[in-house]
């Protein structure tokens, strides 16, 4: 029978390893909760401003559909 060879990583190259990986998942947490919570402000802000300047806009059923009817 064949034998088998293991490679062994020092302790501290996994340590490291383990490390940068927990990092970059906290990184990765942080940047798309900032992403989410912006893109929520944009959608909260953007119905409230007029279309066309100093027009007010209507909304007719037609407009919307039969989702909003």
């Known amino acids: 029978?064949?034998?088998t060879e293991v490679e062994s990583f020092p302790r501290a190259e996994?340590?490291?390893g383990l490390g940068i990986e927990t990092l970059d998942l906290v990184v990765e947490?942080?940047?798309?909760?900032?992403v989410s919570s912006l893109i929520r402000i944009i959608l909260d802000?953007?119905?409230?401003?007029p279309l066309i300047p100093g027009e007010a806009?209507?909304?007719d059923e037609e407009t919307l559909g039969?989702?909003?009817?």
């Open 14 to 16: 996994v340590g490291v």
């Open 45 to 49: 802000v953007v119905p409230m401003l």
């Open 29 to 34: 947490l942080a940047f798309h909760a900032k």
């Open 57 to 59: 806009v209507e909304l």
């Open 66 to 69: 039969p989702a909003f009817a």
């Open 1 to 3: 029978m064949g034998e």
